[in-house]
């Protein structure tokens, strides 16, 4: 089992940044990858910023440029600064490890950008 817990989110105007946390516990060995996903309102969760065991990252498209994953491996702490926010950013943003086949999630943060 690996436990996450989410930090960091909040009300910010457009054009703003924050930082979102996310401390991992439990059995983290062999984490492969952890990231951030994000759920809109009546849209589909979907992936925001993923950073692998190797330190290889991605991200969504949406995202490129203004968002930045890290890692803190002694502290077994993600990242994600986002900056330069826009009002399509808004959602609940969920932190999430992939083990040896399986998905954890954290309980997620609100982020909201306002206009």
């Known amino acids: 089992q690996v436990q996450l817990v989410e930090s960091g989110g909040g009300l910010v105007q457009a054009g703003g940044s924050l930082r979102l946390s996310c401390a991992a516990s439990?059995?983290?060995?062999?984490?492969?990858?952890m990231g951030w996903y994000r759920q809109a309102p009546g849209k589909q969760r979907e992936l925001v910023a993923r950073?692998?065991?190797?330190?290889?990252?991605n991200y969504a498209d949406a995202v490129k440029g203004r968002f930045t994953i890290s890692r803190d491996n002694a502290k077994n702490t993600v990242y994600l600064q986002m900056n330069s926010l826009k009002p399509e950013d808004t959602a609940v943003y969920y932190c999430?490890?992939?083990?040896?086949?399986?998905?954890?999630w954290g309980q997620g943060t609100q982020v909201t950008v306002s206009s």
């Open positions: 999430n490890a992939f083990r040896s086949g399986f998905d954890y």
């Open positions: 439990g059995s983290i060995f062999r984490v492969n990858a």
């Open positions: 950073i692998f065991s190797s330190g290889f990252t």
